[in-house]
């Protein structure tokens, strides 16, 4: 499996569809989060309204964004924190080096951030002699087991409990722990008190932000595990590292998107922790951190505005999308050889990375049209999808002989006469290869068909044929 | 530090005017966002975030226990210790507890529980159970509303396994929206407000499904998040 | 019924390429089913709605078939396709193509307004509640993805088939679930469309149910292909056949005359 490879889907998929592992996982998710959203949605009357409001809300806020971009700042920086503006991974690498090294850290804890995975943070940090220690359980596993995370709320989904029965084996006898546990009660106590400790030591914590609130100049961070909250609590430093889509003008906006985002991402209510935090300790705290930063990353997100694809920057990470995408369930994240899987990297993906490299992420898919159906923020995931593989048509990444079968195919499509002459010998062919049984277990250059399923054969007349024979041409007698 | 005249600043501005083809808002065209934010508009609250306070206060309760938070409900705020002590000896917790520097909290007669051995300040690693109170809570979803303060040690929500709030039924909202307006008048400064440096929102124990996707309560926060619930609206119906 | 109107209903009827090539008992089926109901159906020459251009980002192709197909279809009343994907191609697809052509988007948004997938145009716009058909036995129906969710048809093919004497509907889990279709993806994602087919012959098979039903013939040659090759004993037809009563007319699909 080539983690980071958009280019390599095809063979990881290949390779996906054989792990056993991974399909069991794959199954759990789909039998679990589909009918825990609709359950959660059935019991909010209000849901599709909603979501209208938060549409209609996000899409006034990236119409203005630097707008309100400055009056996060204005006002973060009014509540005693610092904000960084960066435009590439390296500039927010950068930010978040420079702030570890104002305390020497040793260690940085880390709440759940797609951002710190979409900047390669860890790996940075590691280089420079900071260990970064997830603290999300999902993360966390991933971390010992070395990969990145396989979906955007769950990051360890792909793992059964026995694959992290043996990854806490093994890393966790440096902490003295031996046996190996085998009941998902004992693990999470496990990691617990190993975690405990991670954050007491912890110089610096690092957590993404799901919000930030620009009349109060506030991050806010959804977690159900509350490994978010001592992460930026305990430490000296807290950084936040975010992106620039994620603003919001009030509280009460905030509220609108927070009523769609956990029953679409996991069923719930309400996650059960919602934490929104603004500046460092105050002088009569008793706890929190000293220091409060907030690292914004761009990355290609402000070339997305104003065309087809600004649409995209409304996803609010929810991960609905590819709880239920066929695709998704057969492949599992790790295929997209990307940071953002599923529907909505499908379609982020090329967004940040270019086309050319990516061609494959928004091909990969029926279009069926579930990602959408759910999508909070009624994305228009397949409309995006088409929109990339258009540039991908433009650009030279489609195949010769693709291009070449389409124009062809295309050709006699746009003459109705040949197309129907061409049409009458094709079905006579196929008719008399499938004649025996009515279908074909084999058609030279249709592998990817019957490799997996047989070919029915066609009936051996085409309709307008039969329809001219009965009716006489021009339709009805 | 990044300020104003900050080169990448600059160029993240810039590119987001470019790309939606447009300069700088106008001074007048700022207003009106300005007031877009100061109405603080809601958006849209669903109806089970409406009614009245008895309704409000049973139907926080449902929500609250349908997230894996007991409730118990108490007559007067006197009887707090007492509920409390009896809490952690039904389910054979710790009784030394530590309890939030709040006035009205610490002002109830802890002393009348001599099983309990009650302390102040954040929380250390070795807490097993934080007794505190909460700003306000929210019927919608079952949801506590705590703010950070010198009266509320935001480690005592998170760091021991045993959480109980104090909770006084009047405190009980429908909708997040009425939490943010009381936020707005309590923490009222000049002609804005000053937010605490964090409001948890907690809806029942910390959770994980990030093992096989089966749910486990107490992930890093506590295991159990019990409400003691003060019944102090009787008559007001 | 018909309804009692005075002037005739003319309808043109988008055969759909495949069931022009694979299965032209489903053209038939869809003409009787439309003329039992007082329409008159007319077939205008054609090839493909344009969707294998479309999905593979080919804008240039797919407008000039897009082109053809208004030009051919524009003068009827109604267009019935008996297929939600083509249907919704035409419904869905065609007006969002010709940006800056404001002429060829006023047609095709009026083509796009007639353009209907053949057991909604049955029920909602004809009002047929029910069929004259038998058919013994039980059955399970598949909603294909753009007939769900680009035209809406969920009910409609139930409550006909509710009416077809003899036949018991058993849902499968999961029936919105696209089945690994998806156009050129099946061939060109081949190894991922089949494990996609695997779940949703599985879901057919935990029914019980002898015959699966479905709207478009792309998902239904796709299943019916799966299902052959695990040796199922699922029979397999378009749902306009059962509707029809004409499903002596053709062997189920991907099987022989004599079975």
Same mark, same amino acid.
């Given at each position: ?6 280019? %390599? ?222 992460? !930026? ?76 694809? !600004? ?106 006469? =040949? ?59 | ?18 790309? =939606? ?86 002002? =109830? ?99 994980? %499904? ?28 | ?27 038939? %089926? ?103 058909? %038998? ?24 409550? =006909? ?99």
């Amino acid at each position: 499996m080539e983690f980071m490879n958009p280019g %390599a889907f095809k063979a990881n998929a290949r390779e996906a569809l054989t792990d056993e592992n991974l399909r069991s996982a794959m199954g759990q998710l789909a039998a679990g989060f589909v009918p825990l959203r609709q359950a959660a949605v059935d019991r909010l009357p209000e849901f599709d309204l909603l979501r209208e409001r938060a549409r209609e809300l996000k899409d006034h806020i990236l119409a203005n964004l630097d707008f309100y971009l400055e009056r996060f700042e204005r006002n973060c920086t009014a509540a005693g924190g610092q904000v960084h503006w960066c435009a590439t991974a390296e500039d927010a690498r950068q930010a978040v080096l420079a702030i570890c090294r104002t305390v020497d850290a040793k260690t940085a804890t880390k709440g759940k951030s797609m951002i710190a995975e979409e900047i390669g943070l860890n790996p940075f940090l590691e280089n420079h002699g900071i260990e970064p220690v997830e603290t999300d359980l999902g993360e966390y596993i991933i971390q010992l087991a070395d990969e990145p995370p396989s979906h955007i709320i769950g990051p360890a989904v792909h793992k059964t409990k026995d694959q992290v029965s043996d990854l806490f084996l093994h890393h966790h006898r440096k902490h003295g722990r031996t046996e190996r546990q085998t009941e998902p009660a004992k693990m999470v106590a496990e990691a617990r008190e190993i975690l405990r400790q991670r954050y007491l030591d912890a110089d610096v914590g690092i957590t993404g932000a799901n919000y930030l609130i620009a009349e109060t100049g506030s991050s806010v961070i959804v977690t159900n595990e509350g490994n978010g909250d001592l992460t !930026q609590t305990l430490p000296k430093i807290h950084i936040v590292v975010t992106s620039l889509e994620k603003v919001v003008p009030t509280l009460e906006d905030m509220t609108t998107f927070l009523r769609l985002l956990a029953r679409s991402a996991t069923g719930q209510e309400f996650s059960a922790y919602t934490t929104i935090s603004t500046g460092p300790r105050r002088p009569d705290d008793p706890d929190g951190p000293g220091e409060f930063h907030v690292v914004i990353l761009d990355n290609g997100r402000s070339a997305m505005l104003g065309g087809e694809v !600004q649409d995209m920057l409304r996803c609010i990470r929810c991960g609905a999308c590819m709880n239920h995408c066929p695709v998704y369930h057969s492949v599992g994240g790790h295929s997209y050889g990307a940071v953002y899987v599923g529907p909505m990297g499908a379609v982020l993906t090329p967004s940040l990375l270019g086309i050319a490299e990516t061609r494959h992420l928004p091909c990969a898919s029926m279009l069926c049209g579930r990602c959408e159906e759910v999508c909070p923020m009624q994305i228009p995931l397949p409309r995006l999808l088409r929109h990339w593989r258009e540039r991908a048509f433009e650009g030279d990444g489609v195949p010769a002989a693709e291009r070449w079968g389409l124009s062809i195919w295309a050709w006699f499509a746009r003459r109705p006469w =040949l197309y129907g002459q061409g049409a009458r010998l094709a079905v006579r062919l196929l008719r008399y290869l499938g004649r025996e049984r009515g279908r074909l277990g084999k058609l030279w250059g249709a592998g990817g068909w019957t490799d997996g399923r047989d070919l029915p054969a066609p009936e051996g007349r085409t309709f307008q044929e039969l329809w001219r024979q009965r009716r006489g041409k021009g339709g009805a007698a | 530090m990044a300020r104003r005249g900050d080169p990448g600043r600059e160029a993240i501005f810039a590119a987001i005017r470019q790309s =939606l083809g447009r300069p700088a808002h106008s001074a007048e065209a700022r207003r009106e966002l300005d007031d877009h934010i100061g109405k603080h508009r809601a958006n849209l609250i669903p109806q089970r975030g409406k009614g009245d306070g008895k309704e409000l206060v049973d139907r926080f309760r449902a929500m609250a226990e349908a997230a894996a938070c007991t409730v118990r409900t108490v007559a007067a705020e006197a009887e707090v210790p007492g509920a409390v002590a009896d809490y952690l000896r039904e389910n054979n917790l710790s009784t030394r507890i530590t309890l939030a520097p709040d006035s009205w909290l610490s002002g =109830l007669d802890w002393a009348s529980q001599p099983m309990l051995e009650t302390r102040g300040g954040p929380a250390r690693n070795e807490d097993e159970v934080a007794v505190t109170p909460a700003f306000a809570a929210v019927a919608e979803t079952g949801t506590l509303v705590a703010l950070s303060g010198p009266d509320h040690p935001t480690t005592l929500n998170f760091m021991p396994a045993s959480h109980v709030v104090a909770l006084r039924a009047s405190q009980v909202v429908g909708a997040y929206e009425e939490v943010w307006q009381q936020l707005r008048k309590a923490t009222k400064k000049g002609r804005g407000f000053a937010m605490p440096r964090a409001v948890n929102m907690i809806t029942g124990p910390s959770r994980t %499904a990030d093992i096989a996707l089966t749910i486990q309560l107490g992930a890093h926060g506590p295991r159990d998040l019990h409400i003691v619930l003060i019944d102090d609206q009787a008559g007001q119906e | 019924m018909p309804p009692a109107s005075e002037k005739p209903v003319n309808v043109g009827l988008f055969v759909t390429c495949l069931v022009d090539l694979f299965r032209p008992s489903v053209g038939f %089926a869809a003409v009787k089913l439309m003329e039992d109901a007082g329409c008159t159906v007319h077939v205008p020459d054609q090839t493909c709605c344009g969707q294998p251009a479309h999905n593979s980002g080919d804008r240039g192709h797919t407008k000039a078939i897009a082109r053809q197909v208004i030009a051919a279809f524009e003068r009827f009343d109604y267009v019935v396709a008996p297929s939600g994907s083509c249907a919704g191609m035409i419904a869905v697809h065609y007006p969002e193509l010709f940006t800056g052509e404001p002429d060829w988007t006023k047609r095709a948004r009026s083509l796009a307004a007639k353009t209907h997938e053949l057991t909604a145009f049955l029920t909602d716009v004809l009002g047929v509640d029910t069929v004259t058909a %038998a058919w013994s036995g039980s059955a399970t129906y598949h909603d294909s993805c753009a007939g769900l969710r680009e035209m809406k048809v969920r009910e409609q093919p139930r409550k =006909l088939l509710g009416s077809v004497d003899g036949l018991e509907l058993e849902e499968m889990a999961d029936a919105d679930v696209c089945c690994g279709f998806g156009g050129t993806f099946c061939v060109k994602y081949g190894e991922i469309s089949t494990d996609i087919v695997s779940r949703k012959t599985n879901n057919i098979a935990a029914t019980g149910a002898e015959m699966l039903l479905a709207g478009d013939m792309g998902c239904l040659l796709n299943m019916a292909g799966r299902l052959r090759r695990e040796g199922s004993a699922v029979q397999v037809r378009h749902v306009a056949e059962v509707l029809a009563g004409t499903t002596d007319q053709a062997p189920p699909i991907g099987e022989a005359k004599d079975g």
